[in-house]
């Protein structure tokens, strides 16, 4: 028989706990278990609220100012049960889950690693999971004329050698609500090698910006916004698209949530930030310091419960 306490709330262990003064947070920044150790002996109760994100994909890279699309946010999942778990939740939540006493192994995915070299697109993120939910890795950015890659949020389009490249993309495979949005497209004006600029990378609640007339690289989709942990934090945003060498003022931005930015002709890109899934950003020999695009940032899984 399960193991019910006497409580009317549930007991458990695992991740990093905090508490709000009516409920419980585990946060896993890392892999790990969500042990239920007694349910509650009010049934509602064993509702949790939670939140998956998956790892960032890379943006990629290339000589000469080849490649540079954004990488793609780690999908983004969220579940919220009122009055049980009540916290003011992203646009993107859906129902809570009802746990059970048993160990529930957790998965963070890692970033996707950013590329350097011509025509090679930059690494997807991989999975995060809880019980049933599974969010799926974000998209490599895309480099010259190979295309972005598919996932939570898809990678941005890439740039050089003509175009217009499309992003890729998201909530890929499909769930509802969707877990992420389309990678921008990236291209040229039609000088290659003097004004390329990438997409940016699709984020959990906005699709990634196209490239720009400007030479600006596209600006990551925005992420998601959630008080699960008891403040605001933005999660899952897409990578920046590299900026032409001649754009020496605006990269490519990040999307909200950790997106890191684009290169542009005075910046290296950069790294989706770790635990929030967002997508790194992308460059180009000529659009950076450096034309390696950036590694997209880990995930986390967040499980919520009340306690008084």
């Known amino acids: 028989t399960e193991n019910i306490s006497t409580s009317p709330f549930i ?7 905090t508490n709000t003064p009516t409920c419980r947070i585990h946060t896993f920044t890392g892999p790990g278990t969500f042990q239920v150790t007694s349910a509650a002996s009010t049934p509602a109760n064993n509702a949790v609220g939670y939140l998956v994100v998956a790892g960032g994909g890379g943006g990629s890279g290339g000589p000469s100012g080849d490649g540079g699309g954004g ?3 780690g999908g983004y999942r969220e579940g919220r049960t009122n009055p049980v778990t009540p916290y ?3 646009p993107l939540v859906t129902c809570g889950h009802t746990v059970s006493v048993q160990s529930y192994p957790i998965t963070v995915g890692g970033g ?3 590329t350097g070299t011509f025509r090679v697109v930059g690494g997807s993120g991989n999975p995060s999971i809880f019980s049933s939910f599974t969010s799926t890795g974000g998209g490599g950015g895309g480099a010259n004329t190979t295309g972005a890659s598919s996932g939570g949020s898809g990678g941005g389009g890439g740039a050089g050698g003509g175009g217009p490249f499309g992003g890729a993309a998201g909530n890929t495979p499909p769930v509802s609500p969707p877990q992420g949005n389309q990678g921008g497209t990236g291209g040229t004006n039609g000088t290659p090698g003097t004004d390329q600029r990438g997409g940016g990378g699709g984020g959990a609640t906005a699709a990634g910006q196209n490239s720009q007339p400007s030479d ?3 600006d990551g989709g925005a992420g998601g916004t959630t008080n699960i942990t008891g403040s605001p934090v933005a999660y ?4 920046g698209g590299m900026s032409s060498p001649s754009n020496t003022v605006a990269d490519g931005a990040g999307g909200a949530g950790g997106g890191g930015a684009g290169g542009s002709g ?3 890109a950069v790294a989706g930030t770790g635990n929030t899934g967002g997508g790194g950003g992308g460059a180009g020999n000529s659009g950076g310091p450096t034309n390696s695009g950036a590694a997209g940032g880990s ?3 967040i499980i919520r419960y009340k306690i008084a």
Request: positive net charge.
């Open 236 to 239: 899952a945003g897409g990578g």
């Open 11 to 17: 007991v458990a262990t695992g991740g990093t706990i």
């Open 71 to 73: 990488g793609g946010a």
């Open 299 to 301: 995930g986390i899984v």
């Open 112 to 114: 996707g690693t950013g």
């Open 216 to 218: 600006k690289g596209g």
């Open 88 to 90: 003011t939740a992203s």
């Open 266 to 268: 005075c910046s290296s």
